[in-house]
């Protein structure tokens, strides 16, 4: 059985054979959080370089940290290398950098000979990335948008179309209101705006349909969402 034990050596002089185990097992470990964040992220379109980035920027962190090894002053002079290069690229998405950190962790676990706890820290985060990836706080069962509904001034339906809201919706809040009066094509029109958290994306068709229904003086002006909109339904 190997014994990792053999790859215990000072910073002073660092054996080939424990570099060589510490960069294949950073490739390894940043190849299976960029392989999770691949098949837990719910993007049609993968950022493949922020992918490939989840890989290399592992090894990077155990390479740095083997050369820094014990020494102060070299952790100190990396610091002062490190700071020439400006790091430009932003990360809008939170859960990307949570993969990035990762990825440094596990590389840096790597270079100080943590092996236990990288390979252990390493599966313990992709599982739990799994795990959320099924559970309500998916992005799947968070489709957020807004409803605009436009009828007659005198309309008496309101309560109706609030009905057909909670039907399809889990949360819906009242948020703005408008008169069309110097709107000649809407004329003693009003438009009742929601901000909605829709249950089934592919309901939102069915939703409109039914507002729609309720009355001649009512329809949907817009029912849009951050990744679909349904004007022309």
């Known amino acids: 059985m190997f014994d990792l034990s053999s790859l215990q050596y000072n910073s002073e002089n660092p054996t080939l054979l424990a570099i060589l185990f510490t960069v294949v097992l950073s490739f390894l470990l940043g190849g299976i959080i960029a392989y999770t964040y691949e098949k837990t ?67 840096i676990s790597c270079g100080v ?54 039907k399809y919706c889990s949360e819906c809040i009242f948020v703005n209101y408008k008169l069309y009066n110097a709107n000649i094509e809407k004329v003693n029109m009003q438009e009742h705006c929601y901000k909605i958290r829709l249950k089934n994306l592919e309901k939102a068709a069915d939703m409109k349909m039914e507002i729609n229904q309720l009355s001649s003086d009512i329809s949907v002006s817009t029912l849009s969402f951050s990744n679909a909109t349904f004007d022309n339904i």
């Open 113 to 166: 000979l943590g092996f236990t706890i990288a390979i252990v820290g390493t599966l313990a985060f992709c599982l739990i990335a799994v795990i959320l990836r099924f559970t309500p706080l998916s992005q799947e069962v968070n489709i957020v948008g807004s409803l605009k509904v436009d009828s007659l001034i005198h309309s008496d339906h309101q309560k109706d179309i609030k009905k057909i809201i909670n």
């Open 41 to 107: 992220s719910r993007g049609i379109t993968k950022p493949i370089y922020f992918i490939q980035t989840l890989v290399l920027i592992a090894i990077v962190a155990a390479t740095i940290m083997q050369a820094i090894g014990d020494s102060v002053a070299r952790g100190l002079g990396m610091l002062g290398a490190l700071s020439i290069i400006r790091f430009r690229t932003t990360l809008r998405n939170p859960r990307n950098i949570g993969f990035m950190l990762a990825s440094l962790a596990a590389g």
